[in-house]
């Protein structure tokens, strides 16, 4: 792979939530924001479309980047932060929904191009159950996997990554896991479009995110990458290693291997510190583990030579003396 | 028991969350909202302190609520949502958060004299942790307690009803579940500090409600219950009922038993349908859940034999005779 | 559908587990356990190869069955029942286990087409990882699907119906959900090759069984249905019906609607109470889901409207109305 | 704190389970058994009651544990390894097994009193449910803290530890956490009776371990700590150490800094790697976790001083420079 990390300004936010529906933090300093990431290895940044707080001007918006040693990385087209998209933007019933959500994904597809991004997000956010008895399963997927055709079409050459997550912010999401995403991608059968694997919605869904890497890879569906940790039951975007050590450890060491040549997205939301501390705290612990599963990369031959005879044993006190003091 | 329900308003909330921050409502007629509540068998109404829409004047607030043929049921303490609080109202180690806690409890406590109800709601929301090594577990603890103590001594004869919740918004909470918060009780050690049961918490901390109900009534500890549901991941509070049958009619079924003289509050949150319907759906259906329960209760002699005698097949024959068309 | 019952010995099983290793019953009775499934409306018997106490003759088997008003509908390969298989009988490296696995699986195959079944029941139950970095993930899912080819290729025309469960015997299972066995039965791209869904293993995956039936029938891809009820934290394979009533009827409802034609099993383990009598109320609990469904499909016209225009509140007091007294 | 590890035979165990009911490895070699243990740090031994393969007399138990340099630490009652235990041996209503286990568990205490333990463990494994309407909440809890009362007077001064888990054996199981087991601890009353400290365990219940020891050292009811590791999500006893790292290193830290004077029991199942292995990997990362936690508390004032400022981050950055490589 080629190590490239990006973010978004989700790291930045107020972090409003129900419980604090006025945020644990004033809006930002968009400057102060930006100079934060600026002092790290981030070098990639992800619009939303619409981009809200950056020039909807692509050449504005690259030259507003560029400033701060930014390139556009990847879009992420909103359809979720509004009330109206609660029946979901890709599988709702509602005939004008559906055409608002068209219209939206290929503007961004085109803000996408104009800016030269790797590829474009699509979380189907709301594309979920609350209750038994409440949502036509079947309806909805027809349209769900029609709705991507088109927009999968319209992209062309632009790749386009689905999100995964099994809950929150519906009670069940229909793309809830790692491999219902590769049975939908293989439903929408179109080359540009590929998973957004984002390792806390793989725990979430109780996997192994090293091995979801593994098998999207298998298929040359890893699009995207998205980095913070979780315990496992709820999506809180914690900053990344601060939980699942050896899991992340793990997903990284098998990442490496690939050929992915996309962006690592520092995903992450800090509540109750500072925003720029943890910020920072997140991109160190990304580039210690980066760096910790690159020297295991090195010995992988005895590694995989150790799983492969099912010595697991081995493996413990082999990566213990290269890891720890 | 008494079998009187109650409600507050933020069952007619805007359902602002992380992911929809202007929420899925606009803010809500407050005299529609009372009306659907005075449209239902709801005779209770939970004030928070402060009261935000209704009046702070006891007699004007229960004057305002005598007009929907409401009385003034519980307090609850609203110590949790405003950022200020992310250490936690009753842990944090900030003295000037300790006292402005204090003080907010006292004013709120005394409101709740004033207006004659049957016992103040209090939730340690933000005491808990979120990353290993960021909270000082012993030093939290003992100023929780401590804390306590001082408001049970001042409330005298109003009874507190402590509310524990595995996790959100923290990851997790110091007062996770029904045992952790009968130690806490114990701890505090003052008679007029007991629980408050909110089923979808306890269902969230992979109880069996039912159990938890009669193992703190033997205590006669249980001052509240709140009623709603979930898939037991999570707390979205969702119409009481339409996920868990078996333990929440069995939850009924014990509760009938006690002697329980409190308010069962409706607690819901219903963010896809209009909030009027999705109230009243939910009052009748825990209507429905109490009166197929109270069909138990007339058989409870054959029910907890055949329980002695370890013979669930024939409560199962039974029950679904007495339930099922 | 269909409505066609099976079931197999493991639910007159002596149950032994980790705790009780001698398990909670003698074995069992082979007389009475049939007689006990000749009592109920079960019409098929799912053989294991090897059939273990049924007679390995086809012909013999058939007529030992129709004593009891059976016909053979299902095979269960056992390649997980022995220690050998410890590191996966589809995905282990080891080349002796492989060809053994290979072999095991063609004869059993044989068995089934001499006995005209159904379908084939494959569950690649140690097919997973326990620890990080203990299995090269890569390799284990090439061998797997390979092996899964050949074995489709020699069914020819007998259907192979591969079963996903999250976790259990392996701490994380390759395949692992609904979603995953549906991209691996992609990858494997031969027709007879479908899915077994396992309504526990369903609500294990924090799936709903309903959205998974949907969308596996929806490929024309649900070749088994295994009836047990969980908490959904693990898969104890209890009472069908005992503890999600909600989803279980949603299911139901659905899957009548399909045009599954294969058998729906009786999966459960009863380790407290007598098996035969568990055995019976399981089945009439089965009975009674699918006759409350059989009326809701009767309204089928007015449940999905309401679903389509989001009004869950309205298919809440139908249901209510029609399935309870 | 004293740090003394001791382990018992079941790390040794065949492991026969639910679906490999013959285990997955042959009886071990007693004798190579316990030079496996000898060659590592453990120093202690908990036998069970009845002791099954070590001699049932104390003094030559003694010298057949001296041969390996190991002293009696613990003795564990196992009144849930058979069938008969299946309705809970402390809160069943059949009373001859309230009489059997009574008989057990004084005899497990004379044998724990004439080996010189430091305490008895008792787990109550089968007292729980598994079906609502099965179990009658009130009168088991009655006869369990009954039971409980008296087993504690007849031990006098030698200490009794109660260990709390969610589910497994049972469903859910009336002493699920480490709160509940603390209310329990307070009805019961008695100065002798503490609380057993499963690490896995408080995972599988949501806790945070670190927490838990916390405040039950706070309450000094901490008598035995057991060692073993998870995914949060069930309780395979896997090696200590190699999921959770963070949490696992955070509660030695915090153990580390109490009085605890007992023994961390190495409690693990390996079921497929060689159990010799398994055991001694599991007792070097025991150490090299306890290695890095002492250098952690070398910098407590640090780290507390960070806690109480909620300044999280800090606490990342110094822990990462002290732990890695």
Redesign the interface.
Known sequence: MKFNLDCHLFCFG????????????DKVDVIKAFETIASTSVRGFMNTWKPGILPEDPEKNKRFLLEYGLVPSLVLIDN????KY??GAFST?QKSMQKENMKLCKEGIDFAKALGVHSVLLWP?HDG???????????S??RMVENFIEIAEYAGDMKLAIEPK????R??M?V????????LI?DIGRGNVGLALDVGHSFA????P??SC??VD?HKKLFQVHLND?????D?D??FG??????N??FM??LIQTDFDGWCSVDIIA???NRE??F??CV??IE?YYE?ASKLVEKKDI??SN???????K???L??N????
């Open positions: 107020t972090f409003s939530e129900r419980y604090v529906p006025t945020g644990y933090f979720f932060g509004d009330r609660k029946h019933s956010a159950m609350d209750y038994p008895f409440s949502v036509d399963y079947n309806a997927w027809k099994p809950q929150d912010p009670q069940k229909l809830n896991s790692t491999g219902k995403a590769m049975m293989n869904a109780a996997e192994n090293a091995e593994v098998v298998r979780n315990y496992k039951n709820a809180p914690m900053i601060t939980v699942n050590f050896w899991e450890l793990e060491y098998y509540n109750r510190e501390d943890s920072r705290t160190r612990l210690k910790m590694l995989q799983m492969e005879d099912y010595r697991f044993s493996n413990v006190d990566i213990s290269i890891i720890f003091r």
